[in-house]
């Protein structure tokens, strides 16, 4: 069972009214988010935070569950590892590409690419790897959603 892009805006913007970000895609196995820069983004020196690239990633990671397995609400985050590569442009949007390597019953992990809006596709700015769980009673349904 997986969710389009507009079953998961509409979710995703019911459930959290203040999100800051575009869907630009959203497969199965993949999604690709972006999030403009604001202000209050930006640490001392004038590039992007990052626990704002932390959150951006962690995000794109849900949106691919979405994606993959259909709305699942209670599905949370089991870890994120994080490496910083490159300054992120504070001016410049981020854009958040992930793929879901592994899709079990109870656990899911991927990595997702960041990147500097019309930066070189060959220079992220960091890489994550995350792993998200499953809710038992989805997963035991064959469902979710």
């Known amino acids: 069972m997986t969710a389009s892009r507009q079953a998961i805006e509409h979710f995703m913007f019911d459930a959290f009214p203040h999100s800051q970000f575009t869907i630009e895609d959203a497969q199965d196995r993949t999604a690709t988010i972006?999030?403009?820069?604001?202000?209050?983004?930006?640490?001392?020196?004038?590039?992007?935070?990052?626990?704002?690239?932390?959150?951006?990633?962690?995000?794109?990671?849900?949106?691919?569950?979405?994606?993959?397995?259909?709305?699942?609400p209670h599905a949370v985050t089991s870890s994120l590892n994080i490496n910083f590569l490159r300054r992120p442009a504070g001016d410049q949007a981020v854009l958040a590409v992930c793929r879901l390597l592994k899709v079990g019953r109870t656990l899911v992990v991927g990595e997702v690419s960041?990147?500097?809006?019309?930066?070189?596709?060959?220079?992220p700015v960091a890489?994550?790897?995350?792993?998200?769980?499953?809710?038992?009673?989805?997963?035991?349904?064959?469902?979710?959603?």
Do not use: C, N, W
């Open 34 to 72: 972006r999030r403009p820069v604001f202000a209050e983004d930006k640490r001392p020196g004038g590039t992007v935070s990052g626990p704002t690239l932390m959150a951006l990633a962690d995000t794109a990671l849900y949106v691919a569950i979405h994606a993959t397995l259909g709305i699942t």
């Open 127 to 145: 890489h994550v790897v995350g792993s998200y769980a499953i809710p038992a009673r989805a997963a035991d349904a064959g469902q979710v959603g």
């Open 114 to 123: 960041l990147y500097s809006e019309g930066g070189s596709p060959d220079e």
